[in-house]
């Protein structure tokens, strides 16, 4: 499968691995797209698993709807709902990084039916995060939360000069320069960045709906080096699983954990999918 309907809107999809083997959803963050874990999946392939990273909606170019309102967790579940449905799957395991683990915590919450294993690589639950903003740094750590909201002014700052600022942003972040390339080319592209800060934008309708308790197995991976989610979110995250839950704490690596620590965690992957 190398792409997926939803109503009128195409998703692209990377499908890789053996067909029979169990499948691993893997999703996205800001501002990546599914390359992001093209240094991970081989390692889940040779493991036996087949692994399905979509672009979700805003990144694939036939899946950016016009207004913030379609990009609320709720709309994004519904798309990994529609890609299982269309590869005939019942259930997998969702492996989520950033905004993508944001919709693999919600996911589990709300249809532990179609979710085997939980992976939340950087991404805290999000009433942890909601927490966290109160009572610790992590309301500086996301400062930019706030300037995204705006009108047009974060397109134009972050897309000047050619994307320069961009750039920059992760370049800071130790991401390879290929991945830099890939990435700021895809926020080039006409609508993308708009389609891409819609997360940020329906953040309003999306804690219209909040994430609750998850029950299904769950890893939550972190770093050390992670500039933007903090220790205090991940330590409180435990607190909303009612199931089997371990953390794996990596040390001084940056946010980007499915580039930086591509082989380490496609390890911690594979054996909590084992597990299951």
């Known amino acids: 499968m190398d792409s997926f309907r939803r109503g009128d809107m195409v998703f692209d999809v990377t499908d890789g691995g053996p067909p029979d083997g169990e499948p691993v ?18 390692a889940l392939h040779t493991a036996g698993l087949r692994t399905l990273a ?9 899946a950016r709807p016009v207004g913030r309102s379609h990009y609320r967790v709720r709309e994004a579940v519904g798309d990994v709902l529609a890609m299982l449905d ?11 990084h950033d905004w993508g683990g944001a919709v693999a915590w919600a996911m589990a919450a709300w249809h532990p039916d179609r979710v085997r294993t939980l992976t939340a690589l950087s991404t805290p639950h999000p009433a ?20 995204f ?8 700052l972050l ?16 991401l390879s320069p290929d991945a830099v390339d890939r990435y700021v080319a895809r926020m080039r592209e006409p609508g993308a960045l708009s389609a891409a800060l819609g997360w940020y934008r329906a953040i309003p309708w999306s804690t219209r709906e909040p994430v609750g308790t998850v029950r299904v197995p769950t890893l939550h991976v972190w770093s050390t080096g992670d500039a933007f989610l903090g220790r205090a979110a991940t330590e409180a995250t435990r607190d909303f699983v009612d199931a089997r839950y371990s953390l794996e704490v990596l040390q001084n690596v940056p946010h980007w954990i499915p580039e930086l620590a591509a082989d380490r965690t496609a390890e911690l992957v594979t054996a909590h999918v084992r597990t299951a």
Request: glycine share 14%; net charge positive.
């Open 86 to 96: 269309a590869a005939g799957l019942e259930r997998a395991h969702v492996v989520g």
């Open 25 to 42: 959803v893997l999703l996205h963050g800001f501002p990546q797209d599914r390359t992001a874990f093209d240094r991970m999946a081989p």
């Open 159 to 174: 897309l000047a000069g050619g994307g320069a600022p961009l750039r920059r942003m992760l370049s800071r972040g130790q």
């Open 54 to 62: 979509p672009d979700q909606r805003g990144y694939s170019p036939g």
């Open 149 to 156: 909201q705006l009108p047009l002014l974060p397109e134009r």
């Open 128 to 147: 942890a995060l909601q927490r966290a903003v109160l009572h610790s740094d992590q309301g500086l750590r996301s400062w930019y939360v706030g300037f």
